[in-house]
């Protein structure tokens, strides 16, 4: 901070940060436990935080230390010709997720979800409806 707002805050201090100070300075032991629950409160952010970088480095280190050009290929897997003709179309994502939610959830769950989802759609198209004429005056 610079020196001029220091200051300031020093001569002027905010709303409240006097009355706070003597309450404080009024109750010692309050203050010395709410210290102490601080000062845990730090360590365990700071051992969180080095748990977090430990973690990176090894991952780091394991990455590091696989041969990327060392590798043999275990299969080859060859398709005929006439083969991809039986096969059906790729689905979009959008189908895909949602075969893989009807497998989750199930079928009935599924269609109650459509079905409302199609009622917010059909609602936000009646309110954008009548908010935004379709013949605007001339």
């Given at each position: 901070m610079c020196v001029c707002v220091c200051v300031s805050q020093v001569l002027m201090p905010p709303k409240g940060t006097t009355e706070r100070l003597m309450k404080d300075s009024a109750d010692a032991p309050e203050l010395?436990?709410?210290?102490l629950h601080r000062l845990e409160w730090d360590r365990t952010q700071q051992r969180i935080k080095q748990e977090e970088e430990d973690r990176l480095e090894e991952e780091r280190q394991a990455m590091g230390s696989i041969d990327w050009h060392d590798f043999v290929v275990a299969e080859t897997i060859e398709?005929?010709?006439?083969?991809e003709e039986g096969l059906p179309e790729p689905l979009a994502p959008r189908d895909?997720?949602?075969a893989v939610k009807r497998e989750i959830?199930?079928?009935e769950e599924m269609v109650a979800e459509e079905e409302a989802a199609a009622a917010v759609r059909?609602?936000?198209h009646r309110y954008v409806a009548q908010r935004?004429?379709?013949n605007p005056p001339t």
């Amino acid at each position: 901070m610079c020196v001029c707002v220091c200051v300031s805050q020093v001569l002027m201090p905010p709303k409240g940060t006097t009355e706070r100070l003597m309450k404080d300075s009024a109750d010692a032991p309050e203050l010395l436990k709410r210290c102490l629950h601080r000062l845990e409160w730090d360590r365990t952010q700071q051992r969180i935080k080095q748990e977090e970088e430990d973690r990176l480095e090894e991952e780091r280190q394991a990455m590091g230390s696989i041969d990327w050009h060392d590798f043999v290929v275990a299969e080859t897997i060859e398709f005929d010709a006439g083969e991809e003709e039986g096969l059906p179309e790729p689905l979009a994502p959008r189908d895909l997720v949602a075969a893989v939610k009807r497998e989750i959830y199930g079928e009935e769950e599924m269609v109650a979800e459509e079905e409302a989802a199609a009622a917010v759609r059909a609602r936000l198209h009646r309110y954008v409806a009548q908010r935004i004429p379709l013949n605007p005056p001339t």
